[in-house]
T-cell receptor, first 118, second 111 residues
Framework: GAGVSQSPRYKVAKRGQDVALRCDPI?????LFWYQQALGQGPEFLTY????????KSGLPSDRFFAERPEGSVSTLKIQRTQQEDSAVYLC????????????????FGPGTRLLVL | EDKVVQSPLSLVVHEGDTVTLNCSYE??????LLWYKQEKKAPTFLFML??SGIEKKSGRLSSILDKKELFSILNITATQTGDSAVYLC???????????WGAGTKLIIKP
């Protein structure tokens, strides 16, 4: 595909419901990032994958958040037992570079998923 | 603690005006600073700056870095309504991939 795609674009969940957010990175991109962006704030790092390996999950706010990238391409961010404070835009980005070179590579962002927890 | 601070948080100008957006940072082992434009949802890459004093330019946009004073500016000349967006500044942490983001400057260009 031409760019990073994410689905769904919008998700409304009742408090306590589980949600799954999907990210399709640019084909061949090694690095994949998930960010959480609250209204009026910059993106906050959640987790980083290099191929199928989750190298850093230090930004995940609680153990209700889980991310996977089993085949090194598509990634899913799952939030269990959603809370109102989980309401945010969830951005996925991919980059062609390997870890040591990644900051010389542009991160390409998807359109994000806006999650609203009622 | 590493941080990135942008100012102003919001700015409203008229079409044709020139604007200057600021980004200051405190990061261990600074390597680069990135500017992104965010319309609706997806941030799009504008510039990566690594060296002081060297202006990066793309059309009406330009940016420069001052590593001594720990800040960068993004200039937009002859603004157009299509420049209306949130402009984000980010700096990589020591991890080499994790970015610290500023809160952004919301720029509104009035016709």
């Amino acid at each position: 595909g031409a760019g990073v795609s994410q689905s769904p674009r919008y998700k409304v969940a009742k408090r306590g419901q589980d949600v799954a957010l999907r990210c399709d990175p640019i084909s061949g991109h090694v690095s994949l990032f998930w960010y959480q962006q609250a209204l009026g704030q910059g993106p906050e790092f959640l987790t980083y994958f290099q191929n199928e390996a989750q190298l850093d999950k230090s930004g995940l706010p609680s153990d209700r958040f889980f991310a996977e990238r089993p085949e090194g391409s598509v990634s899913t961010l799952k939030i269990q037992r959603t809370q109102q404070e989980d309401s945010a835009v969830y951005l996925c980005a991919s980059s062609s570079g390997l870890r040591v070179l990644v900051m010389k590579e542009t991160q390409y962002f998807g359109p994000g998923t806006r999650l609203l927890v009622l | 603690e590493d941080k990135v601070v942008q100012s102003p948080l919001s700015l409203v100008v008229h079409e044709g005006d020139t604007v200057t957006l600021n980004c200051s940072y405190e990061v261990t082992n600074f390597r680069s600073l990135l500017w992104y434009k965010q319309e609706k949802k997806a941030p799009t890459f504008l510039f990566m700056l690594t060296s002081s004093g060297i202006e990066k330019k793309s059309g009406r946009l330009s940016s420069i870095l001052d590593k001594k004073e720990l800040f960068s500016i993004l200039n937009i000349t002859a603004t157009q309504t299509g420049d209306s967006a949130v402009y984000l500044c980010a700096v990589p942490m020591d991890s080499n991939y994790q970015l610290i983001w500023g809160a952004g400057t919301k720029l509104i260009i009035k016709p």
